[in-house]
Nanobody, 121 residues
Framework: QVQLVESGGGLVQPGGSLRLSCAAS????????MKWYRQAPGKQRELVAA???????YYADSLKDRFTISRDNAKNTVYLQMNSLKPEDTAVYYC???????????????WGQGTQVTVSS
């Protein structure tokens, strides 16, 4: 009943910036946490950043100085601002949400379809 739709990916030159967004829609729910993962060719999926409903954030150590996660609770949307992009940032970026439908007492995990980020000259 919930959909996560990512957008904002594309082709960017090294040193450039992109802003990814992930909007959750569907049934009424409360988002407990939203995360960004990425998966590069030949590599395992890795956690990029996460943010809780209270605004606490987490970043992979190698990315914390370049990436910023934020959220707009009113829009049920999470953003990932990516600056100083490097070729090794090339990957499919996935939004992941942990949410609780209103009226229930347990949480569900939802994944977006992914958006491609390619960093190349």
């Amino acid at each position: 009943q919930v959909q996560l739709v990512e957008s904002g990916g594309g082709l960017v030159q090294p040193g450039g910036s992109l802003r990814l967004s992930c909007a959750a829609s569907g049934s009424i729910f409360v988002i407990n946490a939203m995360k960004w993962y990425r998966q590069a060719p030949g590599k395992q999926r890795e956690l990029v950043a996460a943010i809780t409903s209270g605004g606490s954030d987490y970043y992979a150590d190698s990315l914390k100085d370049r990436f910023t996660i934020s959220r707009d609770n009113a829009k049920n949307t999470v953003y990932l601002q990516m600056n100083s992009l490097k070729p090794e940032d090339t990957a499919v970026y996935y939004c992941h949400a942990v949410l609780t439908p209103v009226g229930l007492t347990f949480s569900y995990d939802y994944w977006g379809q992914g958006t491609q980020v390619t960093v190349s000259s």
